[in-house]
């Protein structure tokens, strides 16, 4: 059967959610009439094909955990899962605002960097949830997105601890850099510092195309970055997973109820892009990832050149062994350009990518609960 050719004639349970993304499916078609147990393959199909389209196109991801948005800003909302004292130095998990929800760093119950650093005996947690860029937002550029931390920081008393996740790395690093007095300990993780070390893919692509190339997408956008052009281009990063496996594991596990629980929560997550303001997304490209302008102390943030040196609080860096999103190199250089004195930082590699460092079961299990304790022994 051709899927292109003649779905269309099919019955609608019976057509292809999306025909490019699940073909592999329709060749099982002339086996429904050739074998015996014809009916039992026919319904594990149709299940199959309602969950294939729960990840295709799944219902926006949510919070794991209770919490209040203590601030509404421009850029985004201030997310307290404070569970105590509010005189407790606040710690503000800065996630990442790259392209997915910022959900990540409170992904599920049991698998929550949040919920961890609860239980590691901070009691004052925060998440920046960024919004998704409309029209209106296409000109806020990283000077916006440093001034709203500023405004949050003062709103919880002028001093925080600070966790910058990828992205959300590099953007706290910046804020210490430029207001050091009001950062009480700051980590890192899977935060792209010095982004000419190593050797990853994100560094190829930067320095390989043109700015042109970008400032294209963004045209595309309407001034934005659209959230999909990201996505399709993390995919294709790895499509053997994403246009192959992923269907086939599904169809291996169709009668597996917790996995397909798991699948269909991760792919709320990942399947559900946002859209970053063009003007943001292309000085990150050209001043960070093409210029290095940060790691080399050239980066001009609120009127002021930013050097890591100025970083002098206790540092906290993490990094996956098998991260090609953001290479441990790339992370650990810092170690190297800050002026926090050696025997304050603190370094970890662990197992794993890139997203696991933030909701993988592991690095949560064996390397957030340390993290949450050396941020506890810090001042505050």
């Known amino acids: 059967m051709n899927d292109r050719q003649d779905s269309a004639t099919l019955p609608q349970e019976m057509r292809p959610v999306h025909e490019h993304s699940v073909p592999f499916f329709w060749p099982l078609a002339p086996m429904i009439e050739m074998e015996a147990n014809g009916l039992r393959l026919f319904q594990e199909n149709l299940k199959y094909l309602g969950e294939a389209e729960a990840i295709t196109a799944p219902p926006a991801p949510e919070w794991a955990t209770d919490n209040s948005a203590l601030l509404d800003l421009d850029t985004m909302r201030l997310r307290d899962f404070s569970t105590g004292r509010n005189d407790a130095l606040p710690v503000i998990v800065d996630a ?32 920046t949830d960024w919004k998704t860029a409309t029209e209106e937002m296409q000109y806020f550029d990283i000077d916006t997105y440093l001034a709203e931390i500023n405004v ?53 692509i930067a320095h390989s195309l043109p700015l042109s190339f970008y ?43 917790a996995y397909l629980q798991r699948t269909e929560q991760f792919e709320s997550w990942y399947e559900n892009p946002i859209d970053l303001p063009g003007r943001y997304y292309l000085q990150a490209i050209r001043d960070l990832f093409k210029e290095n302008l940060f790691a080399k102390g050239e980066f001009t943030a609120l009127g002021r050149k930013l050097k890591l040196k100025d970083i002098t609080c206790p540092l906290y860096l993490l990094a996956g062994e098998g991260d090609d999103i953001t290479t441990s190199e790339q992370v650990f250089n810092a170690e190297k350009l800050v002026g ?17 460092l933030f909701m993988g079961r592991r690095t949560l299990g ?9 941020i506890a022994a810090q001042r505050g």
């Open 96 to 127: 990442p605002y790259a392209g997915h929800s910022a959900t990540i760093a409170d992904y599920a119950p049991g698998q929550s960097l949040v919920e961890t650093l609860i239980g590691s005996g901070l009691t004052r947690v925060l998440v």
């Open 215 to 257: 400032e294209e997408m963004v045209s595309v956008g309407g001034g934005r970055m659209l959230g999909r052009f990201m996505l399709a281009g993390w995919k294709n990063m790895h499509s053997e997973v994403h246009y192959l496996e992923k269907y086939l594991d599904l169809f291996a596990h169709v009668e597996d109820e």
């Open 340 to 356: 926090t004195p050696k025997d304050k930082i603190e370094k970890m590699l662990v197992p794993g990518g890139h997203i696991g």
């Open 152 to 204: 949050a920081v003062d709103e919880l008393g002028g001093e925080a601890h600070l966790v910058g996740l990828c992205q959300g790395g590099w953007m706290s690093a910046m804020y210490a850099a430029r207001f050091p007095g009001k950062v009480s300990s700051l980590v890192l993780a899977g935060a792209p510092i010095d982004t000419d070390a190593g050797d990853g893919p994100i560094k190829t």
């Open 366 to 374: 064996d390397a957030w609960p340390v993290i949450g304790r050396w």
